[in-house]
Nanobody, 112 residues
Framework: QVQLVESGGGLVQAGGSLRLSCAAS????????MGWYRQAPGKQRELVAF???????NYADSVKGRFTISRDNAKNIVYLQMNSLKPGDTAVYYC??????WGQGTQVTVSS
């Protein structure tokens, strides 16, 4: 049974940083396509970034140069380092794998 558990969200001022973690069980992140999505109030869920099994990464235009997705194969964790945060980054952030498993989400709030 696959379980994805996000952590690391919180309240931060604009320009600040947060690192989100997605701890996976029942699967191996290095063998999977792992993604981070976010959903702001009243908006559709959108893809933020993903990392493939060979380590390739891809980002939404809105976060390029500010966010970095990575993984720790030994710990079976996927990270999302978020720098230069903006109020527009405020959302619930979700971890996802290519077999369509989702975490419960972690709230990120960026104040101006």
């Amino acid at each position: 049974q696959v379980q994805l558990v996000e952590s690391g969200g919180g309240l931060v001022q604009a320009g600040g940083s947060l690192r989100l973690s997605c701890a996976a069980s029942g699967m191996i992140v290095s063998n999977s396509v792992m993604g981070w999505y976010r959903q702001a109030p009243g908006k559709q869920r959108e893809l933020v970034a993903f990392i493939t099994s060979d380590g390739s990464t891809n980002y939404a235009d809105s976060v390029k140069g500010r966010f970095t997705i990575s993984r720790d194969n030994a710990k079976n964790i996927v990270y999302l380092q978020m720098n230069s945060l903006k109020p527009g980054d405020t959302a619930v952030y979700y971890c996802h794998n290519h077999r369509n498993s989702w975490g419960q989400g972690t709230q990120v709030t960026v104040s101006s």
